[in-house]
């Protein structure tokens, strides 16, 4: 890989309602708005030779990839090492109590309800994120889901994880260069090794 273009998914019908969905398993399809979310995507990166779309296994993230190479001949990956965070007790809820429970809890901490630690949703996308850097493809487009995404972005400017993230726009292009990418997976992977909040 030479260049990821990174891309949260566009508007779900659960996150229109502030509703979390950590479950691959839950048909969260995108709204007619995601929809043309996904498509506007696509066309921001008309002019860029994408070789490869990489989504998560989630339905919303899928649906946009879909949308956002549509017509146009590129192959495309799967990654569930890119899934959102299990969310445990809070699987279908607001969001507002999950957010309080994790922004009052250490990264190792297991999420109520067989939820996913931070730390061990930061080891899986490290994986994921691994297999995306070793890829031939020069241009690699990767639609996954906000907490992921925001890690990486921030440990590729030099910021380890915390507990309260900056929201990532919804299917809107980010690129980063593979220097980037790789300094900010390495991060990722030293700061799994010994996860603490800051």
């Known amino acids: 890989m030479e260049r990821a ?3 949260r998914h566009g508007e779900s019908v659960l996150g229109a309602e502030g509703r979390l969905n950590g479950d ?8 007619a708005e995601g929809e043309a979310q996904a498509r506007a995507l696509g066309e921001a990166l008309a002019d860029v030779a994408v070789e490869l779309g ?3 296994g989630f339905t919303r993230a899928r649906a946009t990839l879909e949308l956002a190479v549509g017509g146009r001949d590129v ?4 990654l569930p090492e890119l899934n959102e965070i299990r969310f445990g007790r809070w699987e279908g809820e607001a969001s507002g109590d999950y ?3 994790a922004w009052s809890h250490g990264p190792e901490e297991p999420c109520p309800g067989g939820g996913e ?3 061990d949703a930061v080891r ?3 994986r994921g994120f691994r297999t995306i850097l070793e890829r031939p493809e020069r241009t690699i487009l990767v639609v996954g889901h906000g907490l992921g995404l925001r890690y990486l972005l921030g440990a590729a400017e030099g910021s380890d994880p915390r507990q309260m993230l900056e929201e990532v726009p919804l299917a809107q292009p980010i690129p980063l260069d593979a ?3 790789r300094s900010g997976l390495e991060r990722l992977e030293r700061w799994s090794q010994r996860p603490v909040f800051a």
């Open 179 to 181: 220097d980037d990418f």
């Open 99 to 101: 957010l309080a429970w």
């Open 117 to 119: 630690t931070r730390a």
């Open 24 to 31: 691959p398993a839950v048909d969260n399809g995108l709204t």
């Open 124 to 126: 899986r996308l490290v």
């Open 54 to 56: 990489v989504a998560s």
């Open 75 to 78: 192959p495309t990956l799967v």
């Open 5 to 7: 273009i990174l891309a």
